[in-house]
């Protein structure tokens, strides 16, 4: 599956603007992490990019987001590594993560929103002038953005990544696309 052809299948089950960026922002932290780890980025960064590709398909029912996702993107030529990643990014079914890409989607996914929320009550409202040293502080105010699970996030652990650098990281990747993510 290239790139091009994960866009055209989001295209086609995605109307939400920010749904895509959103997953546009978890494809470019996916990617810088696997750079980071020595992983293979094409894989992880598509996983991130189709996660929530089901989002609309299954409005918002939880028992079925990600199953579905999971079956489309097999259906568009992903591993079944990729497939499974994305299945058990929804805690709802279960899923025991097993693989590192298991475990990187499921903690850069409520990254994303922690670091978009943290981009938003600035000023600008531009990524380009947000510190790592502020969504750190976002992230101890347990109010903020409370839908970004601060647990999930801190499993960045399980990586061999402190949070710290988590963060830096996913701040770097989202301002590298600042202008697609509209920020
Ligand atoms: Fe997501």
């Not at 603007?17 to 598509?46: F, P, S, V």
């Amino acid at each position: 599956m290239t790139r091009k052809e994960a866009l055209n299948s989001i295209k086609a089950n995605v109307e939400n603007k920010n749904l895509i960026k959103h997953m546009l922002a978890t494809e470019a932290i996916m990617r810088t992490l696997a750079e980071r780890l020595g992983e293979d980025e094409k894989e992880w960064g598509l996983t991130g990019l189709l996660h929530d590709i089901d989002v609309e398909l299954t409005g918002g029912d939880m028992n079925s987001h990600s199953k579905l996702g999971a079956d489309l993107v097999m259906e568009l030529g992903a591993s079944e590594a990729m497939a499974h990643a994305i299945l058990c990014h929804n805690p709802a079914h279960g899923t025991p993560r097993e693989t590192s890409l298991d475990k990187a989607l499921f903690c850069v996914d409520p990254l994303t929103g922690l670091i978009t929320a943290a981009t938003l009550v600035l000023p600008d409202k531009k990524l380009a002038g947000l510190k790592a040293k502020s969504v750190r502080k976002r992230f101890k105010e347990k109010s903020f953005a409370a839908g970004a699970n601060r647990e999930y996030i801190s499993l960045c652990s399980e990586l061999g990544l402190d949070l710290d650098e988590f963060i830096e990281l996913g701040l770097k990747a989202m301002q590298g696309i600042a202008d697609d993510l509209g920020l």
